[in-house]
């Protein structure tokens, strides 16, 4: 178990919805990372928040958005949901510093 | 932008034998940290082993170990004494110093034979 916390575990939903996936970083970990790993596109960063701030954005579509709240949970909100959008949806946390980040068991998201 | 390659989609060895599982990457910068992930079925993201660029030594951790080639951008994880336990997808992946977002490969798949 990394202590990385992330709900639901699956998630199936219809296109053009709405959903929001729910991460608890590690302990202590300040930093919150967010990525997408689908057939196509592998393992992709989305966005990471550091404390609350957007430190770094990556390959994150504008239809998807994030927050990291004072108790430094996470959530990854994503709209106008499209097939292509199925995916399994990382979390990881890392403490202060240039260490490994601990990923969570993920979210698997269904679009149907 | 920094790349990662993995060239072998699948791999396969028998239990108790050694195999090596191949990582390359591209990257301008001289000082930066790469890792080996491992993902089994149940999903979850296992962090292997890590090297960071400026170290000459190769990374060990039991019966993980890397041959990290800096000059020719190679870093390839070698499994000894293969376990069932052992079968997983394996990413490498490179991360910046002082940046914390990392880059994964395709991944390989290693099946593990009894």
């Known amino acids: 178990d990394s202590g990385v916390t992330q709900t639901p575990k699956h998630l199936i939903t219809a296109t053009g919805q709405r959903v929001t996936l729910r991460c608890s970083p590690r302990s202590g970990d300040l930093s919150v990372y967010w990525y997408q790993q689908s057939l196509d596109q592998g393992l992709q960063f989305l966005i990471q928040y550091y404390n609350g701030e957007e430190r770094a954005k990556g390959n994150i579509l504008e239809r998807f958005s994030a927050q990291q709240f004072p108790d430094l949970h996470s959530e990854l909100n994503l709209s106008s949901l499209e097939l292509g959008d199925s995916a399994l949806y990382f979390c990881a946390s890392s403490p202060v510093g240039d260490t490994e980040a601990f990923f969570g068991q993920g979210t698997r998201l269904t679009v149907v | ?114």
Not at chain 2, 15 to 26: I, Q
Not at chain 2, 65 to 92: E, P
Request: hydrophobic share 30%.
């Open chain 2, 1 to 114: 932008a920094q790349t990662v390659t993995q060239s072998q989609p699948e791999m396969s060895v028998q239990e108790a034998e050694t195999v090596t599982l191949s990582c390359t990457y591209d990257t301008s910068e001289s000082d930066y940290y790469l890792f080996w992930y491992k993902q089994p079925p149940s999903r979850q993201m296992i962090l292997v082993i890590r090297q960071e660029a400026y170290k000459q030594q190769n990374a060990t951790e039991n019966r993980f170990s890397v041959n990290f080639q800096k000059a020719a951008k190679s870093f390839s994880l070698k499994i000894s004494d293969s376990q069932l336990g052992d079968a997983a997808m394996y990413f490498c992946a490179y991360r910046s110093k002082g940046a914390q977002k990392l880059v994964f490969g395709q991944g390989t798949r290693l099946t593990i034979n009894p």
